[in-house]
């Protein structure tokens, strides 16, 4: 089925940034559009930002601006920059095929203080 292992979360204030990667056992320009999601504490997973296999991006309002979705499809790694962070972008980030039909990873937890 494939595994997914995000890394690059960690504590930061308000204002400042992190880079996030996912790295894919599977070839993911084969598995076409990619996203990443994150968990806030008591929260439904939601959808934060999506890829197609091209680089075309989308992101849910609250980040745009902000947080800047690539993919390098050589190293079947997504990667998600996030920049002004603000701590409502706190939370477990995951990265998926946009039909979620890979098993999910174990997400890297990303905690914005004020």
């Known amino acids: 089925q494939g595994q997914l292992l995000e890394l690059g979360g960690g504590l930061v204030q308000a204002g400042g940034s992190l880079s996030l990667s996912c790295a894919a056992t599977?070839?993911?320009?084969?598995?076409?559009?990619m996203a990443w999601y994150r968990q806030a504490p008591g929260e439904q997973r939601e959808l934060v930002a999506s890829?197609?296999?091209?680089?075309?991006?989308d992101y849910v309002e609250s980040v745009k601006g902000r947080f800047t979705a690539f993919r390098d499809n050589d190293k079947n790694t997504i990667y998600l920059q996030m920049n002004s962070l603000k701590p409502e972008d706190t939370g477990v980030y995951y990265c998926n095929t946009r039909r979620n039909d890979l098993r999910w990873g174990p997400g890297t937890q990303v905690t914005v203080s004020s």
């Open positions: 599977r070839n993911i320009y084969r598995l076409g559009t």
């Open positions: 890829i197609t296999n091209v680089g075309s991006t």
